[in-house]
């Protein structure tokens, strides 16, 4: 979500054209986290809802961690700026994806590596979401502090400033005001999203196949016998009893 200030350092011509940015792998993870605890001012990220880790890498040093999560559920600005009626928000969110964190490792800070690995993050962010996910991402948005910093790396990169959030956040089921409001980052990832994400009718593609089963009573009845012996693996509070 935010960088920690660039310490411009000297580098060899072209370096920024040797970077590259990838998935972090399973194994790689608690690596992820614990950089971002021991790195980033807000820490390590309790991602909410689907997430991605991103690393960017010059050969094999890691020199930047990105993490993607799920848009926040309500954003005045973004909202106003895609212009989708409530219903559709309700219904299309989940294409779009959050930027969490950014960091820059401490030893790398290159002039623009900012902004060219979010480029390189955006360029396979939404076939890295879809493979793990199942669908695209048509929109990323992020949240930038003011008070530390002015967003000029998600600017240089093609993000846009398009508010303001109202200074709430989000505990569990409730919102909690805390007085210090974030600017609003949107870029769209493909020419037509806003367009997309706001249309009535939905994008064709978005619609899965529908795989029609004929059962007979027998076979409906034999279903429901082996239903029954599934196991419940819910813990109590996911349980819904009928009413007596």
């Known amino acids: 979500m935010d960088i920690r200030p660039n310490l411009i350092t000297p580098s060899p011509p072209n370096i920024l054209q040797t970077i590259r940015v990838r998935p972090v792998e399973h194994h790689e993870q608690s690596r992820w986290h614990d950089l971002l605890a021991q790195h980033h001012y807000l820490g390590a990220p309790a991602l909410v809802g689907k997430s991605l880790l991103h690393v960017a890498t010059l050969d094999d040093q890691w020199v930047a961690l990105l993490g993607w999560s799920s848009p926040a559920l309500k954003c005045a600005a973004r909202d106003r700026w895609i212009g989708w009626l ?5 219904q299309r969110l989940h294409f779009i994806a959050n930027n969490t964190r950014f960091l820059i490792l401490p030893d790398f800070h290159l002039p623009n590596l900012a902004s060219r690995v979010l480029g390189l993050s955006l360029q396979r962010l939404s076939d890295d979401w879809q493979r793990i996910h199942g669908q695209p991402v048509l929109l990323v948005e992020t949240f930038v502090d003011p008070a530390r910093f002015t967003g000029t790396s998600y600017k240089a ?3 846009r400033e398009v508010g303001r959030t109202k200074g709430f956040s ?6 909690q005001h805390h007085g210090q409001p974030k600017i609003v980052f949107v870029k769209p990832l493909q020419h037509q999203a806003t367009r997309w994400l706001s249309a009535l009718v939905p994008n064709p593609e978005w619609r899965c196949p529908v795989t029609t089963l004929t059962l007979n009573a027998p076979h409906v009845e034999s279903l429901w016998d082996m239903l029954a012996q599934v196991p419940e693996f819910r813990q109590p509070e996911g349980l819904r009893h009928p009413q007596r």
């Not at 409530?86 to 309700?90: A, E, I, S, T």
């Open 170 to 175: 989000k505990n569990a089921a409730r919102y």
């Open 86 to 90: 409530p219903v559709l928000q309700w």
């Open 157 to 159: 990169a093609g993000w």
